[in-house]
Structures are given as C-alpha cells and as structure tokens.
C-alpha cells in the first residue's frame, strides 16, 4: 500500500477484524483503480485478482460482515476535518438528496421519485431508484483553490410503499435530517456548526427543533408569515404568553418599499457568473405558522442589480449573522450537485449490482465517502504530482479537478505496485511481462 494513501485506510482498521480489514483494502483500491462499473468482480479484476477462487469472501464484507457504517463516518469526519479546516473556523456542512435509479425486484426500497437530472422548470420527469440523504464538509480546498463537498454521512430513506409492507412508519426528509443534524452535533459538541441546504429543507417544524444547537441557512419563500417578536406580557394580565408580535410585510411588499435599505455587494462566484453585483437587504423577524412554533430568523433579500435573475431570500436561524455570511455560506452549497456528477462520473454510483439489504445499504455510502477519501490521500501528495494538470485543445482549465485527483491517486497505487524503473537509463523503463499483459487487457477492457 502506498505509504501516502495509508494513514487514510488504516484508521478504519478498528472497525474490522484482521482477516476482514485485508479484504477491505483490496476492495478499496480497486475501487480507486476501476474504470467503468464499479462492481466487487470489477475491483477485483483491476487489482490482478480475477483467477482468486474465494471471491465470495469479499462480497461479504458488503452483505455479511458485521461493521458499522456510523463509526465509520465519525471517523471519517474528524479525518475531513484535520486536514482540511483550521480549528477556529465554523464548521459549514451541507445536506442535500440524490436519487439512485435502480430497477429490480429485488431492490425492495426504492420508489418512484422526480428526476431532478432530466427534470426542469417546464418538464416533470420520474424514476425509479432509491433516495439517499447525503452530509458534505463544505471546505476550501487549497491546491484546488475553490469549496469542495465532502461526504462522510449516507443514509438511505426508504420509499413510503416500502414502509407500508414492512409495517413501519415513513419519515419525510426532514425527519432523516434532524436525525443527521442531531447526530452530528453528538460528534462535535464543541464546535461552531452551521448547516446549509436547499428550500426542501426549510420547514418551520425541523428549523424549529435544530435551531438551538446549530445555524441553519436555507431558502425563504417570498410571501413567507414574518412577525415582530412578541411582546412582555403586562403584569397582572391572565392567559398564555403571545408568541409573536405584529405581522411585518412579506418579503415581496419589501421589494416595492422605498424606504428599504439595500447594500451593494459583490459575489465572487453568484451561479455561473464571477464578481456579480447584487443589492442585499437584510432584517430579523420571526417564522410562525399556524399549530407550530414561532422560529427567530434573519432574512436576505437578494436583488440583482442588472435585473437579469429573479429576487430570492435566504434565511439564518443564526440571527447575528451578517447578510455577506449567510451568502457566503450559502453559495457553498452549489459544490454539492459537482459531487454528485463526479461520484457517478468517476467512482460508478449507480453501476454497481448488489440485491442484498445490507449490500444495499452499504455499497453507495462506501462510494460516496471514497470520494473524500481519494480527496485526502490527493491531499497527501506531492504539489507537483498533483498540480500537474493535463489540458486539451477543447478544454482549458486552470485549476485541478477531482478526475485529476483521481489520476494522481491511481498513478502513485500503479508506481507502488509493479513497476521497476532502470537506475541508469532515464528514457527506458522495464515493465514485467505479466503487468504488461495486465495493462493491456484492463485498457482493453475499460475502451
């Protein structure tokens, strides 16, 4: 194993047992050398292994063995979280779902959901598949010089038709959320945590009950039920404390206001636009609906200068936060829907085969998280070596990208395998006959 790429693996060793940890690593780096589907059978094709007749035994660290995929994400996290944020920053995480489309019967969890890839504004597409709800480190990558989403907490949220035949309740994505959230926070008490995510996850009930234990920053509808906060009650006045104060004007009266405050900022990365300049308007107020109760926000209502783009709003349960900030924090959350792309992209989410529960419910989790993992052993290399981008005529980048990443780790598992370079000769390099072969059938196969 190459000494880089190491530290990474073994600090899973604990969950495992001996005989089992070395079929985890053979899985795990054959998973980072397969191109194409990543299956068991794939994995092992790509690490030399395809003649080995207990192949069976590597299935079963999917479908069998007993781990635990929770301990796992701990301590992929705290791993996450050393290498790439400094200990005084606010730890800022996202939380978003993807749909797997999956056919089979076999597959008794999935359900038919909208397609968020081929679905638009115009066009409602559906698929079959499962849904997974995913928690990403959203951190500045240095040598990549942008924000990253890192995963390191998968869960699958079963379909409602699935919940009806194994006779247990459903619970709807914000009900998985705070779970998420609540766990998270169990493993980092100490820190500051602010948690983003898309206007699916703005509900007065989940902000509500995470609010006192971190920052939420979502979307805000426009005509949204604002009120001042509510008043002292008056000594001697019998009856329930109020819950709110009077009702403030939505945030689509406030755009007509001319007595409206609106600063002028300027967004390094708004959308696909750099440096956009936008006018903010900013206050505080409480959430309230009817039966739920009231939750203290701050609202941004964002303007663009040009008039090119629709006015949104965004909230912060984390009412001294400042309008740039939650900005800034929100717009990290874009990093998310680029993981999702490379990880079916590059590490074969959605190709993979397994019929089992457990396998199931394991499988993608481990493919998600190796994409952090590929980013912290990446991490771990030489500058050189990793900054070596390898631009085309069509596609001019200045930066590297997760694929050259990818490239780098697959590069430094390859030297420290097989090859043996001649000590005096710097143009000529003597490969085996057997690697030789071996590389020749794996492009074969990969084309």
């Not at 693996?9 to 050398?33: D, P, Q, W």
């Not at 100490?190 to 703005?202: E, F, G």
Request: hydrophobic share 45%; with cysteine; aromatic share 10%.
């Amino acid at each position: 194993m190459p000494t880089e790429g190491s530290q990474v693996i073994l600090a899973f060793r604990s969950l495992f047992s001996k005989k089992v940890f070395e079929h985890v690593k053979v899985l795990l780096l054959g998973a980072v050398l397969t191109v194409g589907k990543h299956t068991v059978c794939a994995a092992l094709r790509f690490m030399g292994l395809e003649q080995q007749g207990c192949f069976h035994k590597y299935h079963r660290v999917l479908s069998r063995v007993n781990w635990s995929g929770l301990n796992a994400s701990k301590i992929l996290l705290h791993i996450l979280i050393k290498c790439f944020v400094n200990s005084k920053d606010p730890l800022v995480f996202g939380i978003d779902e993807t749909i797997e489309r999956r056919r089979g019967t076999k597959i008794k969890a999935k359900g038919i959901y909208r397609d968020p890839v081929r679905s638009s504004h115009t066009h409602f597409a559906k698929c079959s598949g499962l849904r997974w709800i995913s928690m990403m480190l959203l951190c500045k990558i240095t040598w990549a010089k942008r924000i990253w989403a890192l995963p390191f907490f998968t869960v699958l949220a079963p379909s409602e038709r699935y919940c009806e035949q194994q006779g247990i309740r459903h619970k709807k994505i914000t009900e998985w959320a705070r779970q998420l959230i609540f766990q998270l926070y169990r493993w980092l008490p100490n820190r500051a945590l602010i948690i983003v995510a898309d206007s699916s996850y703005a509900v007065i009930e989940l902000l509500g009950t995470v609010s006192p234990y971190v920052s939420f920053i979502t979307r805000l509808r426009l005509d949204a039920a604002l009120y001042d906060p509510a008043p002292g009650k008056e000594p001697g006045k019998r009856g329930p404390k109020r819950l709110k104060g009077a009702r403030q004007p939505t945030l689509i009266q406030r755009l007509t206001e001319q007595s409206l405050s609106w600063q002028s900022l300027v967004i390094a990365q708004w959308y696909n636009q750099k440096d956009k300049k936008v006018l903010v308007a900013t206050g505080t107020a409480l959430w309230y609906h009817s039966g739920m109760p009231p939750v203290a926000i701050r609202w941004v209502l964002i303007k663009d200068e040009e008039g090119n783009k629709e006015p949104v709003a965004l909230l912060s349960t984390h009412t001294q936060m400042s309008a740039e900030q939650i900005i800034l924090c929100f717009i990290r959350r874009w990093s998310m829907e680029v993981t999702f792309k490379e990880v079916r992209a590059h590490l074969g989410v959605e190709s993979q085969r397994q019929w089992s529960d457990p396998a199931i419910a394991r499988t993608t989790p481990s493919l998600m998280a190796l994409f952090s993992i590929v980013t912290i052993w990446a991490n771990s290399l030489p500058k050189s070596k990793l900054l070596a981008i390898q631009p085309t005529a069509w596609y001019h980048k200045e930066q590297p990208t997760f694929s050259d990443a990818l490239a780098a780790v697959r590069v430094q598992i390859w030297e420290q395998r097989k090859f043996c370079i001649s000590d005096q000769q710097s143009d000529i390099i003597q490969i085996p006959r057997a690697l030789l072969s071996e590389l020749t059938t794996l492009l074969a196969r990969a084309a």
